[in-house]
């Protein structure tokens, strides 16, 4: 199974996908969801649907995301160079130096490179000390252009999406490292599950919905799910840092986040799960963070809901995490949608 979410990973990561560009990844999510034999649907905003019966009457939702973090064309410089705002959270500092590429309306993609107003040591003498924020740093078309009009000849425009280079690399040792781990390696996760699932021929014990949300990054990706789902679990990165126990080889359970308390019965059930299967995980509190759960409590849903997923360092940066952390994860679900 390893290689098969290994290749899914590697994938579905090279698909360019900040939040409210997802079309192209979703087509690909749905693909390969049909093709292990699965029925999908979308939802009217986009998110993907994945269904697959199970013993009971009772129906369950497990989410993750395939919008990321990006940018935006705020407008042309003079100068030729664009000026951008950011889509989600990104740490800007992380993006200096970062190629990328500007998709416009009509679908024409050109590369460039993300850059600090001060770019040069030998031409800036703040070059080093400069702040790195989006009022302070630009994008390099590759491209013959000299001025705002050349620019706007290319096809460019205000609102024109930057996606950023995730650079993923699978390492000999097991540690995959990319942006945009969060949460695309969870998606790789499900589709390791829905192999499982279908090789195995295990049927889960209630109806289960796999939703694949495409808003996530600001907020409101699953604030509306199907009105069956009475229990929701959202499969997102796990933190690593601080005062937290998750390493990059665990599966994370999330108790409490920005949103408040995650429901205390299923929270408790996925974690004597984790303990009965022996798997690598932690339990821990991220001040710093919301799900797909939180937008689907915040959108009225009445449900119960919960927060897991691959621990991962240096998030809305340059991600990594281990395959360890992968199989723990994917262990866990499959224990869940079978107790």
């Known amino acids: 199974m390893n290689e098969y979410v290994k290749k899914i990973t590697k994938e579905v990561l090279s698909i360019d996908s900040p939040t409210g560009y997802c079309q192209d990844v979703c087509e690909y999510v749905e693909k390969q969801a049909q093709s292990l034999g699965y029925q999908t649907k979308r939802s009217v905003k986009g998110n993907v649907l994945i269904y697959v019966p199970g013993t009971s009457e009772k129906t369950i939702g497990i989410c993750g995301h395939v919008d990321t973090l990006g940018l935006m064309v705020r407008s042309i410089k003079a100068d030729g160079t664009l000026a951008f705002t950011n889509i989600g959270g990104p740490i800007i500092p ?5 190629y990328c590429r500007i998709i416009t309306r009509d679908k024409k993609v050109y590369t460039g490179t993300i850059l600090s107003n001060s770019p040069a040591a030998h031409v800036f003498k703040d070059a080093s000390s400069v702040a790195r924020e989006c009022e302070t740093m630009h994008v390099r078309i590759d491209e013959v252009v000299k001025n705002k009009e050349d620019v706007q000849a290319l096809g460019m425009n205000h609102g024109d999406y930057i996606a950023i280079d995730p650079k993923t690399t699978i390492t000999d040792s097991g540690f995959i490292k990319s942006r945009f781990l969060d949460d695309k390696l969870s998606v790789a996760c499900f589709f390791g599950v829905l192999k499982e699932l279908k090789e195995k021929k295990i049927v889960p014990s209630n109806n289960t919905i796999f939703i694949i949300s495409t808003y996530e990054e600001v907020g409101h990706g699953s604030s509306h799910i199907p009105s069956e789902i009475s229990e929701l679990l959202a499969v997102d990165m796990g933190c690593v840092g601080s005062d937290l126990a998750c390493s990059q080889y665990d599966v994370s359970i999330c ?11 299923l929270t408790s059930k996925l974690i004597n799960l984790a303990k009965d299967n022996q798997l690598n995980y932690a339990v821990d509190i991220y001040p710093f963070y919301g799900s797909d759960v939180s937008a689907a409590l915040r959108g009225g849903n009445d449900i119960r809901g919960a927060l897991i997923g691959p621990g991962v360092h240096a998030s809305h940066g340059m991600e990594r995490t281990h395959m360890q952390a992968v199989e723990n994860t994917i262990a866990l679900i499959l224990a869940y949608l079978q107790a």
Do not use: H, Q, V
């Open 255 to 265: 108790a409490k986040d920005s949103s408040g308390p995650y429901d205390y019965e």
């Open 94 to 98: 992380t993006l200096d130096g970062e």
